[in-house]
């Protein structure tokens, strides 16, 4: 297939810095307001722009907007987030997570799937690079998305769930899975968030070694 040279498109004006540091994990999303067809082409050209091994390509984005096919892959994304809930911990309710968990937060999603205008599906083609080679154009794919006002959060499925989901939508066997991404306006606020200092979480030369800016 011939290559495609792209430009960056006009829609993306906001600096990086303020995507990057305002980017959240957003498990709310407003199902009355629709993401377009232009939305969803930005950003995956967007992910499509970032770089891969050998420029390989080989991810593949499977983007599910049918409201009846949303809400089946709904259900089947609730079994499989307290499928690894149960596996991990023996959790099989919301009783069962202990009091301050982050899995409080976490479990919103759970219930949210099923309202998100749009979820998309990231595999890649076999290849010796293919989580190597995807990662980047998901966060891509992430970024560009909070420039349009748009919120997502990365997650991923269970195996007890896998071939039901990958049958639903006809997905060939060989493909491998990597993560799903749900996308539309959020129910709430974008940033600003709080993480770890960088001093804490970066050794310098050797493992355990701070950075100059400690």
């Known amino acids: ?7 960056p498109p006009a829609e993306l004006t906001m600096p990086i810095g303020k995507a990057m540091f305002s980017q959240r994990a957003t498990r709310r999303l407003d199902s009355n307001r629709p993401v377009t067809d232009g939305q969803l082409e930005i950003i995956l050209n967007a992910a499509s722009k970032a770089p891969n091994g050998g420029n390989v390509q ?6 599910i ?23 991990a911990y023996g959790w099989t309710s ?17 219930d949210e799937m099923i309202n998100a205008p749009v979820v998309v599906l990231v595999y890649s083609e076999p290849s010796g690079v293919a989580a190597a080679s995807t990662f980047p154009g998901v966060q891509n794919l992430l970024l560009s998305a ?28 060989e493909m491998v899975f990597h993560c799903c991404i749900p996308i539309g306006y959020p129910r709430g606020k974008f940033g600003p968030t ?16 701070p950075p100059p800016w400690k």
């Open 94 to 110: 919301k009783a069962d997570i202990p009091e301050g968990s982050q899995y409080h937060l976490a479990a919103l999603l759970a």
């Open 58 to 63: 080989p991810a593949r984005y499977l983007v």
């Open 1 to 7: 297939m011939e290559m495609v040279r792209l430009d």
């Open 146 to 173: 909070r420039a349009l006002g748009l919120g997502s959060v990365l997650t991923t499925l269970h195996a007890e769930v896998m071939e039901r989901v990958n049958r639903m939508f006809g997905v060939p066997e």
């Open 194 to 209: 709080s993480r770890l200092p960088t001093s804490a979480t970066t050794s310098w030369e050797s493992w355990g070694n």
């Open 65 to 87: 907007r049918n409201r009846d096919a949303i809400n089946e892959f709904g259900k089947l994304y609730f079994e499989a987030w307290w499928a690894k809930r149960r596996d």
